[in-house]
């Protein structure tokens, strides 16, 4: 059974910074690109960042370039988001994704919410 489970999300000011993490099962998780997404209200969800395996390479979305950074452990199969700077325009819904060919699996989500 897959479980894809997001966590870490939660109230931030503007300026400060959260860790989300990502724990994945079910799958042969070193073998999938992990993906970050998020969906603020009344938007569509969008790509945040892609980080690829084995071979470790990463792609950020313009609007994160310099604040977030993604990273994984592929021994505890888990997937991380650190958000430095953060911003009210950040606040989202926040998705894990993972993706290999035709198989694509997603987490429930976990909320983040930038306000003073």
């Known amino acids: 059974q897959v479980q894809v489970v997001e966590s870490g999300g939660g109230l931030v000011q503007p300026g400060g910074s959260l860790r989300l993490s990502c724990v994945a099962s079910g799958f042969t998780f070193s073998s999938y690109a992990m993906s970050w997404y998020r969906q603020a209200p009344g938007k569509e969800r969008e790509l945040i960042a892609t980080?690829?395996?084995?071979?470790?390479?990463?792609n950020y979305a313009d609007f994160v370039k310099g604040r977030f950074t993604i990273s994984r452990d592929n021994a505890k199969n888990t997937v991380y988001l650190q958000m430095n700077s953060l911003k009210p325009e950040d606040t989202a819904v926040y998705y894990c994704n993972g993706q290999r060919g035709f198989f694509s699996y997603w987490g429930q989500g976990t909320q983040v919410t930038v306000s003073s």
């Open positions: 980080i690829s395996s084995p071979y470790i390479s990463t």
